[in-house]
């Protein structure tokens, strides 16, 4: 019982590693003909696996702005309304830390997942891709 919260914190990690890389691989995959006319225009793969990082990167930290205070108000609450039917006194305290460590382990995830579909968006030639048009 005592490993349930961690193990319920990894399943939920998991998860949201896989939901970013869906996102991405769906993402570059619905914009390969914009990442193509950028490479016509100049850009380099250097840039466009930058793009697809900076991508990954501002969707988790929007993910992280919203989240991380709308967790701690709804944790605050319910923990406030537990401990008063419960019938003990506590103030509930909010680990500052752990959620900033936390947070830059998920941006640190976020830019290394987004390396396999970076590279495979730098990679496609945009001759393929706009050949259709």
Do not use: C
Not at 3 to 14: F, I, R, T, Y
Not at 23 to 49: E, N, P, W, Y
Not at 51 to 74: C, E, Y
């Amino acid at each position: 019982m005592s490993n349930l919260p961690v193990a319920l914190a990894a399943m939920l990690a998991a998860l949201a590693a896989g939901t970013l890389a869906h996102m991405l691989t769906t993402s570059i995959r619905r914009r390969r003909r914009d990442l193509a006319i950028l490479k016509v225009i100049g850009f380099s793969r250097g840039q466009v696996r930058s793009a697809v990082g900076w991508q990954a990167t501002v969707f988790v930290a929007v993910a992280l702005a919203i989240s991380i205070p709308l967790g701690i108000v709804v944790g605050r609450w319910t923990w406030r309304l537990i401990a008063g039917y419960g019938g003990f006194a506590g103030e509930p305290k909010v680990p500052a830390l752990e959620i900033g460590a936390v947070a830059l382990v998920a941006l640190v995830a976020a830019a290394l997942l987004a390396t396999l579909p970076a590279r495979a968006a730098a990679r496609t030639p945009p001759a393929l891709v706009l050949r259709t048009e």
